[in-house]
């Protein structure tokens, strides 16, 4: 980790971690804090801590060990920001891209609906609380294919919801891993330790400090519309078959989060970076920071999707067109 003595910018007061002795390690309890709309509260930022390596894993075949996989999404779009004592107020959460043969490419964004927490920048350490919800909607270039812009207008010409945009995004509920009723779950200090980390997915040498979290993957939000759901359901399944399973329900997403040292805010950068990523301004999923790396295996091997992906793909969209268009 980047040393202590690494400068930490002025106007740092503190005192929010120790307001309450419920806050502190090693068991933090946030739970006499209300959760906050994440943009709600731009206005109080002083201070942040960029995600600068988001680093991700999963099971490619949920339950087998040996299928986990490794991948750093695109960087500097997660970040943390808090004011000058300490306590949390905005969370940004990462996207990423995933490209079909057929469909071209989707975005996936994990959009914080509320939290809470603190930071403690001389001690390097925080804890917060977080609710998210898995979003997958088409990225720009995939409503240049001609095979989505024809199912684009022949669900507008039909009245049923297209994923378009983040706006009607397929929605994916998100929980505490084995607590389908709690949608509550923390980020805490430290990495995962619940399965082996590679070194190319470590980042020590450079980052300010590191935390984790981990969320379990739920059923995809119903739109009271029946092919609106039965084209969603089949985006999803399409979805994971490219992506190994990255949100298919009870598999269990993991992340790591390696920050940058503290900085100070600026609000306006802030609300329209968060802004810029929320609208997708940028071309698909692309970072203006750079792209993330690549899925791998424990052994850094590559994670190639099925090779039937592309098959099963066009034989899945053939048969939704035929039963519903």
């Not at 082996?196 to 739109?223: M, Q, S, Y």
């Not at 698909?284 to 098959?311: I, K, N, Q």
């Not at 034989?315 to 067109?321: D, H, R």
Request: glycine share 8%.
């Amino acid at each position: 980790m980047s040393e202590p003595s690494r400068l930490i910018p002025p106007g740092w007061v503190g005192g929010f971690a120790q307001s309450d002795p419920a806050f502190a390690y090693p068991d933090p309890d946030l739970s006499s804090l209300p959760k906050l709309a994440n943009m709600a509260n731009i206005g109080k930022l002083d201070r942040q801590q960029a995600v600068l390596w988001p680093e991700f894993s999963w099971e490619t075949d949920p339950g087998t060990p040996d299928s986990r996989c490794y991948q750093m999404f695109a960087p500097d779009i997660s970040r943390i920001g808090y004011d000058d004592e300490g306590r949390v107020y905005s969370i940004i959460c990462p996207q990423q891209g995933v490209d079909f043969a057929a469909l071209g490419c989707l975005n996936v964004e994990v959009s914080v609906t509320g939290q809470r927490g603190w930071v403690d920048e001389p001690a390097k350490t925080l804890a917060a609380d977080l609710e998210v919800t898995g979003k997958i909607w088409f990225s720009p270039s995939a409503k240049e294919n001609s095979l989505v812009k024809w199912l684009w207008n022949a669900f507008i010409t039909a009245g049923h919801p297209f994923p378009h945009d983040k706006e009607h995004a397929i929605k994916v509920r998100t929980f505490d891993p084995g607590s389908p009723a709690q949608p509550i779950f923390p980020l805490r200090d430290g990495e995962s330790t619940d399965f082996p980390i590679p070194a190319f997915a470590r980042h020590e040498d450079v980052a300010w400090n590191v935390a984790h979290l981990g969320v379990e993957i739920g059923d995809i939000a119903t739109t009271g519309d029946e092919v609106a759901d039965d084209f969603n359901a089949l985006v999803m399944y399409l979805f994971n078959t490219y992506s190994g399973n990255l949100l298919s329900p009870g598999n269990t997403l993991t992340w790591n989060v390696w920050f940058d040292e503290p900085q100070i805010v600026n609000r306006y950068e802030w609300a329209t970076h968060a802004e810029r990523w929320r609208k997708s301004i940028d071309a698909d999923h692309g970072s203006p920071d750079g792209p993330g790396t690549a899925a791998r295996y424990l052994s850094g091997a590559p994670f190639e999707p099925l090779e039937a992906a592309v098959e099963r793909e066009l034989e899945a969209i053939v048969k939704f067109i035929e039963s519903h268009l």
